[in-house]
């Protein structure tokens, strides 16, 4: 079985959580890097036979890795299925992203519309490379719990910088903190471009899906 890189493990979580009717995705490998679990959160409208074909079928395609089933586990929620589900979902959409660099601080301010609200989060730290990602990834959460007014929710865990069929990507993990509880979220997008942008909308398609649930609580 292969041995995945970090990168290549971020790559493998974004994409099981793009197969049908599954919502959340963590893998965790064995101490020489190779998958040792895949535990999958998903919802109720596709048996648990299906998903995991789905799963050996894109592990083998995209990572030329065969799998026991037996180490996949599936826990579903009644209900639980975001394509299905007919409530009004809450999806922040990017309006602006704005930049300024001062002698070695940069500082971010990302602008989202939710509906015909607009919100604004900002973020500053010392303008390396890296944290500037990073600096874009707080300034989004930031944004987003300014509309919840709840403030410390989210924590970026990470941001990478990844290659996906040829294409720049960015990928971005963000905890969220429930009470005595921890969530941990993946979000990808492609930079076409825009890195900034994608950035950006990574974190948002991280947190996007709980997002009702925070709003609800």
Do not use: W
Not at 92 to 112: F, G, H, S, T
Not at 173 to 200: P, Q, W
């Amino acid at each position: 079985m292969a041995v995945l890189s970090k990168e290549q493990l971020a790559e493998l979580e974004v994409l099981l959580g793009r197969i049908k009717g599954v919502n959340a995705a963590r893998v965790v490998l064995d101490a020489e890097g190779k998958v040792d679990e895949i535990h999958l959160l998903a919802g109720s409208s596709r048996s648990p036979k299906q998903i995991v074909r789905d799963v050996e079928s894109a592990l083998l395609a995209s990572f030329n890795i065969a799998i026991d089933h037996k180490k996949i586990s599936i826990a579903q929620v009644e209900g639980g299925d975001t394509e299905d589900d007919s409530r009004e979902e809450i999806r922040p959409q990017v309006a602006k992203v704005d930049m300024a660099l001062e002698q070695n601080i940069v500082r971010v301010n990302v602008e989202l519309t939710i509906g015909e609200s607009k919100i604004s989060g900002s973020a500053e730290g010392p303008a390396t490379s890296q944290n500037r990602k990073r600096l874009l990834a707080i300034a989004t959460v930031c944004a987003v719990e300014n509309f919840l007014n709840k403030n410390g929710i989210f924590v970026v865990e990470d941001v990478q910088e990844l290659y996906i069929s040829g294409k720049k990507a960015m990928v971005v993990a963000v905890a969220a903190i429930l009470g005595r509880e921890e969530e941990n979220y993946l979000g990808a997008a492609y930079a076409n471009g825009d890195e900034r942008e994608a950035v950006v909308k990574a974190t948002l398609a991280a947190i996007n899906r709980r997002l009702r649930f925070f709003v609800e609580k």
